[in-house]
């Protein structure tokens, strides 16, 4: 058995967050102030949100309503100040091994390959040297980049680039994935393969997910369910069950039930967004 196999677990079929699911993150009663005085700004007032054990979780919501900074508190990059956040490991009160980040903007080292870039974390987690080549050559399949394993981060594209960072998250085997809108650099059609290889491998991985976006069709197309947030200081407004199938492909763009949904979501979020421009 293989470290990808090792992760797999059996799927439910309709991909909705069911209601006895094992908590993954358990978000009570958060509210985050950055600065202090006059200067001060709330950024986070009062979140509450459970996500489940193996979810696929996607915040929506306007520019500067706080999801970064809702995704930072719970990888424990900046401290919680009020409330508390926990996980099946505890309360969170620093970085762990088991939440890992991936950013827009790839984060690999430019000066190591793909192979080196996706060793640099199993070698943090003390594997030794051919344990991890052969974990790093699993993760690096996974995302199909046979190949390129010798490949430095500037003869990549940005597709395979985002590519070689979640090989490198995922070989750490985190139990949640952070994702700070990842796609967010890529052109449409390469962003579209993604989102269908992310949920390919979420399929097979079923870590939790957090995932940031502003896009509602990536959200409806990724998420089990989406939190849409309200305008800063940022609240959780609205939580919605996205009830399509488990396995998503280009063909779920079509679905009614999809669409319809993208659009109801839609207005949610304009509303927010609205409200955002105008100042409340
Ligand atoms: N380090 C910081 N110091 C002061 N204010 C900050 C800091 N980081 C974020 N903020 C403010 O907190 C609010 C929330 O920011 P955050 O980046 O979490 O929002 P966001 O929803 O992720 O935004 P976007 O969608 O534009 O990326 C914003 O008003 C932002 O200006």
Redesign the pocket.
């Known amino acids: 058995m293989t470290a990808v196999d090792n992760l797999a677990g059996s799927a439910n079929t309709t991909g909705a967050a069911s209601a006895n699911a094992a908590p993954g993150i358990r978000i009570d009663d958060v509210t985050h102030t950055?600065?202090r005085g006059d200067s001060s700004?709330l950024?986070l007032n009062r979140i509450n949100l459970d996500i489940a054990e193996t979810e696929f979780h996607a915040l929506l919501?306007?520019?500067?309503?706080?999801?970064?900074?809702?995704l930072y508190l719970i990888g424990g990059f900046i401290p919680v100040q009020q409330g508390t956040i926990s996980t099946p490991r505890g309360v969170v009160r620093q970085p762990g091994p088991d939440r890992a980040i991936v950013f827009q903007n790839f984060a690999l080292f430019p000066w190591k390959t793909v192979r080196e870039n996706v060793l640099y974390g199993l070698k943090k987690i003390g594997l030794r040297r051919e344990e991890a080549e052969q974990r790093a050559q699993e993760f690096i399949s996974l995302v199909h980049l046979n190949g390129f394993e010798n490949s430095y981060p500037s003869q990549l594209s940005g597709g395979m680039q985002q590519r070689a960072a979640i090989a490198r998250t995922l070989a750490v085997d985190p139990k949640t994935l952070l994702m700070d809108?990842p796609f967010g650099a890529l052109d449409a059609q390469t962003r579209r393969v993604m989102q269908e290889e992310l949920r390919a491998i979420w399929g097979r991985t079923r870590k939790t997910v957090v995932f940031?976006t502003?896009d509602v069709q990536e959200a409806v197309f990724l998420a089990d369910r989406i939190s849409i947030?309200s305008s800063?200081p940022?609240r959780i407004e609205h939580v919605i069950d996205v009830p399509l199938p488990k396995d998503r492909g280009e063909e779920i763009l079509e679905n009614r039930e999809f669409i319809q949904l993208s659009e109801h979501i839609w207005r949610l979020v304009r509303e927010q967004a609205i409200a955002a421009t105008r100042g409340h």
Request: hydrophobic share 25%.
């Open positions: 950055y600065g700004v950024a919501g306007p520019s500067g309503c706080g999801k970064s900074t809702l809108e940031v502003h947030m800063r940022g």
